[in-house]
């Protein structure tokens, strides 16, 4: 699976932006995608993922109520709405898939940018 995430830019403290997370290759088999974001000389974290056949949804704590994760199954797409930007969610964030029967989200993007300004 190839994953090509975009969105990103910068944008002051209270705005909004939506990230995409486009699929390709053999989707098939995909359980689970997920975005993830890394701040600077911070380890990576979790943001939030979706089931792509059940649609259930989970978020980390610092996102729940400003965030939210959607998909279109038929463009083989992930989104990450994200309102009420916080200068503390700079980070690159990047897309991720868990295949049927992994214990971990396996295949990764490259990451886009979100810089969010005080």
């Known amino acids: 699976v190839q994953l090509q995430a975009s969105g990103g830019g910068l944008v002051q403290a209270g705005g909004s932006l939506r990230l995409s997370c486009a699929a390709s290759g053999r989707t098939s088999s995909t359980d689970c995608m997920g975005w993830f974001r890394q701040a600077p000389g911070k380890e990576r974290e979790f943001v939030a993922s979706?089931?792509?056949?059940?649609?259930?949804?989970y978020y980390a704590d610092s996102v729940k109520g400003r965030f939210t994760i959607s998909k279109d199954n038929a463009k083989k797409t992930m989104y990450l709405q994200m309102n009420s930007l916080k200068p503390e969610d700079t980070a690159v964030y990047y897309c991720?898939?868990?295949?049927?029967?992994?214990?971990?989200?396996?295949?990764w993007g490259q990451g886009t940018q979100v810089t969010v300004s005080s």
């Open positions: 991720a898939v868990k295949r049927l029967g992994s214990r971990d989200f396996g295949s």
């Open positions: 979706v089931y792509w056949t059940v649609s259930t949804t």
